[in-house]
Structures are given as C-alpha cells and as structure tokens.
C-alpha cells in the first residue's frame, strides 16, 4: 500500500521512469557527429560520410563506399552549469491562509539553489553497412548506447510553476538529450557513377499510459488501489540526402533534410473516490501530455573539396526551433538558427592523417527577461583527432583517436521589472504577480496590504547566468571490407 496524499501527484512521473529509460533521440550524434572524423572535424565531413556513419550525417554518401563495420567508445565530462541571482527580500508570496492564491514560499519542499552538475557522457557507437547483392545498393544502421544516465527521462516547468517541484533551472538542449539511446536504419541508391540518393529512418519511443486509482476513503486517504497500464511504440522520424561527386571525384556535395523528431508520453490517471459516487467528481480524469525530448527539422548542406594532401570541409545546418515543444507540450517563442562546421584532414605520412575543426552553434534561445527560464548559450565548438588505415587480410581497418569541445559563451540574464506585473495566466509573459494587488480580504471585502506589489517564488527571479563546457573524447576502428 502507498499513501494516498502522495500518490495521484506521482502517479504520472512513476509511469514515466518506468516506460521511458529506452528513449530515443539523435541529438548526441547530432551535437557532436557521427564518426571519428565528424567528430574531429566540430561536426563538418558530411558530404564525406562513407559506409555506416552515412546513415544519419548523409545516407546518400553510403553508396559511394565500401561496406564498413565498425565500434567507437566514448567519453566525456559536462560541465555546463547555472548560476541562480540572489533573491532579494520582499518578493515572497505571503500567507494569506485560504485568501492565498499560491503556498505561502516558506511551504516549498526543496529549497532555491543552483542545479546539480549534469551527467556526464560514457557510451558506444556501433553501426554496420552492407552490399546485399547489388553494387549500386548499400543498407546500413547506426546506434549510440549511452553507459549511463540512459534513464534520465525529466520534464520540468519553465516559469514560476516549477518552484514547487525542483525549485531551479535545467539546461534546456544539453541536458537529458546526450544520454538517450538512438538508432537509424537507413539505405542508399547509386543512380549514377556521380550521383547518389539515401533515405534513412530514425526513432523515437513514444509511450501512453493509463493509470486507475481508488481511494476507499474520502476523508481518509492513507490507502489507495492502483492498476497501471502502459503501451509504448517506436515513432520514426525521415532522413532523406542527395550526394553529388565532381571534378574528378575532388568535389564532395551532400544535402540532408531530417523532420523533427519527439519523443513523447500521454494519458491519462482515473481516480475514483469512494463516497463521490453520483457526481461530476465520480470518476475524475488527469490529462499527461508531456515531450520528453524534441529534435528539430534540419537542412544541411554539406561540401568537402580533396586536395594534396589536404581535404577542406564546410557544414551549414538550418534548425527550425521554432516548432520548438517544451516538456508539457507547449510552443515556445524559440527562433530557428544556421550553424556553420569547418573541418580539415591533412595527410601526413604513410596512411596517418590528422583531423581538426572548428564550428559554431548559435542558441535558439531568446533572451530570458520574462517569465520563462529557457537555459541555452552560443557554443563554439573545437574537434580534434588522428586516423591511421592499416591492412587485415587484405582489407581497411581504420584506427582513429577523435574528441570534441563545447565552449559556452557565457549568458547573463536579469528579468525586467515593471512598474506594475499582470497577475499569473495563460498568455501573459512577462514576469507575474502570483498575488495580484486588487486582492481582497474575504471576510472584510477590503483589498489586502500584504498583496500589493510583486510577489514571485519564480526561481529564475532576479536573473541567473550561464556557461561552461561539455566534451567528449574516445578511439574508433571501422573495418571496410568488399
């Protein structure tokens, strides 16, 4: 037995760790690349993508090489963080007993402090691309299996509502997204010796639930009785590219377009009280509609020109943020943004090369001066790595050292205070008054002093700011075989 009080609040966050630590979204792949050399190379090499690495960077580039199977181990610290802006005195809404609008802020069970530091990042890559018969044909999957925080599957709230649960801010694209699983499925055609199109599918684990209660006591709630039921499904997401080799195969172009991607939990909770039976309240329904995880719709456009002993990289990436879902499903003011990736592989000596790049990744974030506490920053990004190509029985098997570094540029945000704040409601975005000034004593019907003036538990209230880093490193080998 579970006592009642507490269970229908965590009826749906129990169902959600349960159905959802196998979640999926290629936002790892996507924050950092795909292989070693994409990797190296801050993001850039997409139109050199070969075997299974192409499938989600470019399928189309599949065709042009050789079947590969191939296992990378990676790591890394993330050490993005939130610096929450004192609270000063007078903000706190007060205790007005049943007048109040909110818990009097002295109520709240945590209490206001910056977040804990993110998980870092252990996992491996594996992926295989095959021939099955036709030499214009290649089929190839991809999967990054996270070692750990694989079930760090959270929503939280992005106001003044969220000062009852966790009480703090939460990185908004760099949190939960780089350690759930993913995995592709993806093919490519050769339509001519120059020419190559790929189209691949990526999924998401979308999961419903319903959950019946009964509470054999109304005025007594220390019991309950629960049945869960939950279904999960994969839900897929296109990837569909265009390859293009010229001047001599010298002349790399790739363009990749990828639909959004969401992972996401409905359903509903059922409860039935005892003693309510015959009224409105007799079952009542609790609506979930939560995102646990969004990707965005991408265009890359992707070139790479080979010289001696040179090969030259550029990645442009149009992200449409502003389709942008937050965790309860709702449409955020986010804009979309163009990310740029340059990459370089020099050709040293023997069959050694070395990698390196640099790129820029722009914050769909707008500034956070309102009600909403979004923590994103501008990322300059940094990759670095070496390969060496080596024959095993008459074959490549590619060694690679690869690693990459975030580089936030710090973000300070101070709310704006007006001279006079709405009161908290649909709509309204700027920061707001959980007490509304005009207020009045119930059993007196004057307004009450203690509700004039702002009063926010909101805890991004007066600003916070934001930086740091995240990096990962690790070793890669890829067999290409006929």
């Known amino acids: ?65 050789r079947p590969s199977l191939g296992v990378s181990f990676l790591g890394g610290p993330n050490r993005l963080g939130i610096a929450l802006a004192d609270r000063p005195a007078g903000y706190d809404p007060p205790a007005l007993g049943g007048s109040s609008p909110v818990v009097p802020y002295e109520y709240r069970l945590r209490t206001r402090e910056d977040p804990d530091d993110p998980h870092d990042l252990l996992g491996f890559l594996v992926g295989v691309s095959a021939e099955p018969g036709l030499p214009w044909l290649r089929l190839g999957l991809t999967a990054y299996v996270p070692l ?98 010229t001047l001599h195969d010298r002349l790399h172009l790739a363009f990749t377009f990828r639909d959004e991607l969401v992972m996401s939990f409905e359903g509903y909770n059922e409860v039935q009280i005892k003693g309510f039976e015959g009224t409105a309240q007799y079952p009542f329904y609790q609506p979930m509609d939560f995102v646990i995880t969004y990707s965005p719709r991408e265009v890359v456009w992707a070139t790479s020109l080979q010289t001696d002993p040179v090969d030259l ?41 070395l990698l390196g790049g640099l790129g820029w990744r722009p914050s769909p974030v707008p500034d956070q001066t309102g009600r909403t506490n979004f923590v994103d920053n501008d990322m300059v990004r940094i990759g670095l790595g070496a390969a060496w190509d080596v024959d095993v029985l008459g074959n490549n098997l590619e060694l690679a050292l690869f690693s990459q570094l975030h580089l936030a540029v710090d973000r300070q945000t101070v709310k704006e205070r007006l001279d006079v704040h709405p009161p908290c409601a649909a709509g309204v975005m700027v920061v707001c008054d959980e007490v509304p000034d005009d207020l009045l004593d119930p059993y007196h019907g004057q307004p009450l002093a203690t509700a004039s003036g702002l009063q926010t538990g909101n805890p991004g209230f007066p600003g916070y700011s934001s930086g740091g880093w995240v990096g990962i490193a690790g070793i890669q080998a890829q067999w290409r075989y006929p």
């Open 1 to 65: 037995m579970v006592s009642g009080r507490h269970c229908l609040s965590l009826v749906g966050a129990l169902l959600a760790t349960l159905a959802l630590p196998a979640g999926a979204r290629a936002d790892l792949l996507g924050a950092f690349g795909t292989s070693a050399r994409s990797i190296s190379q801050a993001g850039a090499g997409a139109a050199l993508a070969e075997g299974y690495p192409a499938v989600t960077s470019c399928p189309a580039t599949m065709a042009f090489g």
């Open 148 to 245: 750990v925080g694989i079930g760090k599957q959270f929503t939280y709230f992005d106001d003044e509502r969220e000062q009852y649960f966790s009480n703090t801010l939460h990185s908004t694209l760099y949190d939960s997204r780089l350690t759930a699983l993913q995995f592709a499925l993806g093919m490519s055609v050769r339509v001519r010796s120059w020419l190559a199109l790929g189209a691949a599918l990526r999924f998401s684990v979308n999961s419903e639930s319903h959950a019946r209660v009964f509470l054999p006591s109304a005025a007594d709630q220390s019991v309950q009785e629960m049945n869960m039921q939950v279904t999960s499904g994969l839900e897929p997401g296109a990837i569909v590219g265009l390859a293009i080799r």
């Open 313 to 353: 990289s550029l990645d442009l990436t149009w992200s449409q943020w502003s389709h942008f879902r937050d965790g309860h499903n709702t449409n955020q003011d986010f804009s979309d943004t163009l990310g740029v990736s340059l990459g370089a592989e020099l050709r040293t000596w023997g069959r050694a090369r």
